[in-house]
């Protein structure tokens, strides 16, 4: 319930916010979901294409999370495994795609692992904060991407400065039949893989002893290493772990998103909004699927709000943000609802005591 009521109060205080401003919240909401499910398939096919990313790096917050430390660098995680996924399919222009396309996907998997097993070892061994280190390496590989781009890639693969050739048949992720089906959208293989890990990830962390070490040392490390367990090596695998899942989130949007790579500003979005997506469906895999499509609702209905209701889309990001706001005062619900559960079995044991006592006196006068 506490999910639920998240979003509700978030839509709540989105509308509050519209009014204040001048805003109608009817029409507003009403042209969100009016962009997103009275189109067409073509829309609901772009639902899918942001929810693929948006999965794996709230799965990979969700790994780093269980093991009892938060992993910020989701964005830089994924900007390897975009850069490493493209990179690799316009290097082999000529291969199949039988070959091009596992080992441009592998790539981008070991390069988000290998960019989050450096916090991960620092953190087991240096006892540093793995917030600060991801937040520094955020940057650290925002301007690296950069230089490889522009100084490193060969000029054979890149289209113009900053941005690269797209990659051809034998290594996208994109697929005629998907494309056709949702008249003309990029949805792509990415969504199926995404659902693959939600079930590989929950069957990890439930069912193996890895994940149980995991799931311990985020519980208690003292008491993990204690009954046996090496803390350490458990922090260095959830961290490579979630490194490896934030970097198909990267391979999903280059060779299914995009198909190609160029420079980027900033860190990657999905990055944090996976990290809000994990929190809002409370690290388990259907509450992530769900929290993903509806970030992907949020997102793509945005867009229409100020064509149809004048409804700017920074009050999308309020919504958003109201939502990511309730999920983190949960504590606050849970108190609530505790409260009101509380309050209400109070009632019910003294209509319980006084319905006993009159038994009772019934009985004695009786007597």
């Known amino acids: 319930m506490v999910p639920v009521l998240s979003v ?7 509308a509050i916010i519209m009014l204040i401003f001048g805003y109608s919240p009817i029409q507003g909401y009403s042209a969100m979901f009016t962009t997103v499910f009275g189109q067409g398939p073509k829309n609901i096919g772009e639902i899918f294409v942001t929810a693929g990313p948006l999965i794996f790096t709230a799965l990979g917050f969700s790994v780093a999370n269980s093991a009892g430390f938060f ?18 399919a316009l290097s082999m222009p000529d291969a199949s795609r039988a ?25 087991a061994y240096f006892g540093t904060s793995e917030v600060i280190v991801t937040i520094m390496m955020n940057y650290v590989l925002l301007y690296a991407s950069t230089h490889i781009v522009n100084n490193v890639m060969s000029p054979d693969v890149m289209s113009n400065k900053g941005v690269t050739k797209m990659v051809g048949a034998n290594g996208t992720l994109r697929s005629a039949f998907l494309t056709e089906m949702t008249n003309g959208s990029r949805m792509n293989l990415g969504i199926f893989l995404a659902l693959i890990f939600l079930v590989l990830v929950w069957f990890l962390m439930k069912k193996t002893t890895a994940g149980y070490e995991i799931r311990s040392v985020g519980l208690n490390p003292f008491a993990s290493e204690y009954a046996g367990m090496s803390s350490k090596r458990t922090i260095i695998l959830s961290m490579i772990i979630s490194g490896t899942l ?69 009050l999308v990001d309020v919504v958003i943000a109201s939502i990511i706001f309730f ?22 044991v003294v209509q319980e005591i006084e319905a006993s006592s009159n038994d009772n006196s019934q009985e004695g006068g009786k007597i």
Do not use: H
Request: include cysteine; charge should be positive; glycine fraction near 18%.
């Open 246 to 314: 934030a970097g198909l989130g990267g391979v999903v949007q280059g060779l299914g998103t995009f198909q190609n790579f160029f420079v980027q500003g900033s860190s990657l979005s999905i990055g944090f909004d996976g990290m809000a997506v994990s929190l809002l469906g409370a690290g388990s895999s259907a509450g992530i699927l769900l929290a993903a499509v509806l970030f992907s609702v949020l997102k793509l209905g945005g867009q229409g709000m100020p064509l149809r209701a004048g409804v700017p889309t920074e």
């Open 71 to 88: 992993n910020i660098g989701l964005s830089g995680q994924a900007l390897c495994g975009w850069v490493a996924s493209i990179w690799v």
């Open 8 to 14: 509700i109060m978030g839509f709540i205080l989105g």
């Open 99 to 123: 070959i091009v396309l596992p080992l441009a996907v592998i790539a981008g998997a070991l390069a988000g692992a290998v960019a989050a097993a450096i916090p991960g070892f620092l953190r």
């Open 327 to 348: 999920v983190g005062i949960s504590y606050l619900i849970r108190f609530l609802m505790a409260k009101t559960s509380g309050s209400k079995k109070e009632v019910a």
